[in-house]
């Protein structure tokens, strides 16, 4: 039972903070309409989570870059195309959260550690995670006006070019100018699971309160009529995620790339960070359930095809490992985002 609870321990208090958000708990309600305190939460935890990326591999893998160009592609463009059409089969605001977790960018964290669990290459992974969250405050504002028709009203998405920019480009380039320094650098990497912790108590304090915003039309919407709606959106969260997942196989072959460069596109393409996702769907006031259910969606489905994957190739080579031999996990609370 502690094995289980230490494995699933953030999918657990993700539910909880899910629950407790949308039957109105009313200091998570209260506390939901400060927008200073949602941003400052946001850059943060953006913060946490990139003091401990290093930059070593990047000029290397630039010097390749057909598989990070075919990676952020299929992040920033494949994705946003893709759920247009199926966010139209689902309830308005639900449809919205579908569209605002394609175009965020890619995770932090999980999307390396999953390529590297599947013996992936992982610098390319993490080249696609810095350059689409470094992109991400202009990327996303442009989507949103094309998707949402917030062009007719530009005061609406305009702001969200700053605030993107400060909340998430802003605390990753401080993170990196502060690694240059050597002590800080050793320090972030040797304590990346504890400031991983502590990412993933800010990720859940937002969860609460994008549940807590939204709690109000669940209400009026009946919690029956909730439920049934989950249903289709969970069908069209799997749907996107395997058909980004599927672009990033697909696109392999013509680009003649590797079998570690190809998981690591099929990986960083599908995979969205819920962080930036939380903060523009909170913001916008449509409904974060697609954005937590793409990422537990991601979590669990990733972690059999990089498996699957992982097995195929050791059988390929002809050294499939033993049940009981050793090999790199991915860490829950390093994957969490």
Not at 199 to 224: D, H, N, P, T
Not at 277 to 293: H, W, Y
């Amino acid at each position: 039972m502690l094995t289980l609870l230490r494995a699933n321990g953030f999918l657990i208090a993700l539910a909880i903070v899910v629950i407790a958000g949308l039957a109105g708990w009313e200091p998570l309600v209260v506390a939901a309409e400060s927008a200073a305190l949602r941003g400052g939460i946001v850059a943060l935890v953006m913060f946490l989570m990139a003091l401990p990326i290093g930059a070593r591999d990047f000029g290397r893998t630039l010097r390749r870059p057909a598989a990070p160009l075919a990676g952020i592609g299929i992040n920033t463009l494949f994705q946003p195309l893709a759920a247009w059409p199926i966010a139209q089969l689902l309830p308005a605001d639900v449809g919205e959260g579908l569209i605002v977790a394609a175009i965020i960018p890619c995770t932090l964290a999980s999307a390396a550690v999953w390529t590297r669990r599947g013996g992936g290459n992982d610098a390319v992974a993490l080249v696609v995670t810095v350059i689409t969250n470094a992109a991400c405050f202009v990327v996303a504002p442009c989507w949103l006006w094309v998707q949402l028709g917030r062009g007719d009203d530009p005061a609406r998405w305009l702001p969200l070019v700053p605030q993107l920019a400060l909340q998430v480009v802003a605390p990753m380039a401080v993170a990196q100018l502060l690694r240059r320094s050597a002590r800080i650098a050793t320090w972030g990497t040797d304590h990346k699971r504890q400031l991983s912790l502590a990412a993933q108590i800010g990720i859940l304090a937002m969860v609460g309160l994008g549940s807590a915003r939204v709690s109000g039309r669940v209400a009026e919407a009946g919690a029956a009529a909730t439920l049934l709606a989950l249903l289709p959106m969970i069908a069209a969260v799997v749907s996107l995620h395997l058909l980004a997942f599927w672009a990033g196989l697909v696109s392999a072959r013509p680009l003649r790339l590797d079998r570690a460069d190809t998981l690591a596109v099929a990986i960083a393409g599908s995979q969205k960070t819920l962080m930036v996702g939380l903060s523009l769907a909170v913001d916008l006031g449509c409904s974060i359930l697609p954005l937590v259910s793409y990422h537990v969606a991601q979590l669990v489905i990733d972690t059999w095809l990089v498996d699957r994957w992982r097995m195929a190739g050791e059988r390929r080579e002809g050294t499939a490992e033993t049940p009981t031999a050793s090999r790199t996990e991915a860490r829950p609370e390093e994957a969490s985002e």
